[in-house]
């Protein structure tokens, strides 16, 4: 019987090709995805349809209520998403305070639940900059509290972390990966704005891969 394990998967490119990674390397996964009250909820959309095809357990979670306590993003906010690559003074507006604490927290107690030895999720090194959650010292400490936080030993997998986007694409490309299964644009419209910094980010790593990026753009 195949090891159990979680996957943050929120439908994105990342979270996409991680999905994948475990897939691939023999894992009985179980993907995990929040509502938080993102604008871009398309995302949960496309995570949903991914994990039909791919006839693996799904589960949607909807974490909404905590933007009565955390405000102040641009993803879960009425405030206009920043446009141009990330930089980190105009990309701050898309910090969700303590985001990936809060979904690790739940995706751990998942995993105790099921009795699965791992959770992964996509954190990579340009986010590193712009979000503390993503930080390889942040995915460290929360490590070592997964493995003491329970009577059951978990631990926090986080393939890409010292990789770029650019990495992240060029290693799912090599495991012929679909990425019009996938959607990276803050704004929650019908079409990818191409504008924002997860849109420019997610151009250019098919820019550097010397392919042209699946999804339709409005610009």
Same mark, same amino acid.
């Given at each position: 019987?195949? +090891?159990k394990v979680v996957v943050i998967y929120s439908g994105g490119m990342d979270s996409y090709t991680v999905l994948n990674k475990a897939i691939k390397q023999g894992y009985d996964v179980y993907a995990l995805s929040f509502d938080y009250g993102q604008r871009h909820v398309k995302e949960l959309e496309v995570a949903a349809s991914v994990c039909k095809e791919l006839a693996i357990h799904h589960k949607v979670v909807d974490i909404s209520a905590i933007n009565s306590l955390i405000g102040g993003s641009s993803l879960t906010d009425d405030i206009a998403v920043a446009e141009g690559h990330y =930089? =980190? +003074?105009s990309m701050k507006s898309t910090v969700v305070p303590n985001r990936n604490m809060i979904l690790l927290s739940l995706a751990v107690g998942y995993a105790v639940s099921l009795k699965a030895g791992k959770v992964f999720y996509g954190a990579h090194s340009g986010d590193h900059a712009i979000y503390p959650d993503c930080r390889p010292e942040f995915v460290l400490k929360m490590n070592e509290v997964a493995k003491i936080a329970n009577y059951e030993v978990v631990e926090i997998c986080s393939? *890409? @972390?010292?990789d770029s986007k650019i990495d992240? @694409?060029? %290693?799912g490309l090599k495991m012929g990966l %679909? *990425?019009?299964k996938t959607w990276t644009c803050y704004n929650g419209r019908e079409r990818a704005c191409g504008k924002c910094g997860a849109c420019v980010e997610r151009l250019e790593a098919f820019e550097k891969n010397a392919l042209k990026d699946p999804l339709s753009y409005e610009a």
């Open positions: 019987m195949n +090891e =930089e =980190e +003074e393939p *890409y @972390l010292n992240i @694409l060029t %290693d %679909d *990425y019009s």
